[in-house]
């Protein structure tokens, strides 16, 4: 009996070991991870996308969907409900949020878009794609030191 329960104990034991040795594993993996630069820069993106959220509600609330409105006969869209026994449904609401949402969708798409783009140049031509990023003062030392390229060929 003393054997089993000896046994039991050391197994516990490395049980609870392995269980520490993953833990600080996870622990220090985490680490790793939020001290990376894309977790920073991910929080950057939520924050600004949080911002643009708000702008692009307020464009649709406060600009488009009064000008629809008076387009379409002067109707408020956030007016617009339905009564079903004792609960008072805003569609009206939940059809500004579309319009929010497609417009953040085709901005979301129009950034996407040109990043593509950009990487496509890069991948093809990177020189070409770079040249075209290169201030004047950068062209100016690339001109010079091609011309040093030549003038040491010709001694």
């Known amino acids: 009996m003393k054997n089993i329960i000896d046994s039991n104990l050391k197994g516990g034991v490395k049980n609870l070991k392995n269980v520490a040795g993953k833990s600080r594993g996870f622990i220090d993996e985490f680490k790793e991870f939020i001290s990376r630069g894309n977790v920073i820069d991910l929080a ?20 488009i969907m009064p000008l ?5 006969g002067g109707h408020d869209f956030t007016g617009l409900t339905a009564t ?7 569609y ?18 129009i950034f996407v878009k040109v990043i ?5 140049k890069m991948k093809d031509d990177p020189e070409k794609a770079g040249d075209e990023a290169v201030d004047e003062q950068l062209q100016v030392l690339k001109d010079i030191r091609a011309e040093l390229k030549k003038s040491s060929k010709k001694h």
């Open 44 to 63: 950057v993106g939520v924050i600004i996308g949080g911002a643009f959220g708000k702008i692009v509600s307020s464009l649709v609330n406060d600009i």
């Open 68 to 72: 629809v409105g008076v387009m379409l």
């Open 92 to 109: 009206g609401v939940f059809m500004q949020n579309i319009v929010d949402f497609i417009i953040v969708a085709a901005c979301i798409f």
């Open 84 to 90: 079903v026994g004792n609960a008072n449904i805003t």
């Open 116 to 120: 593509n783009k950009l990487n496509r």
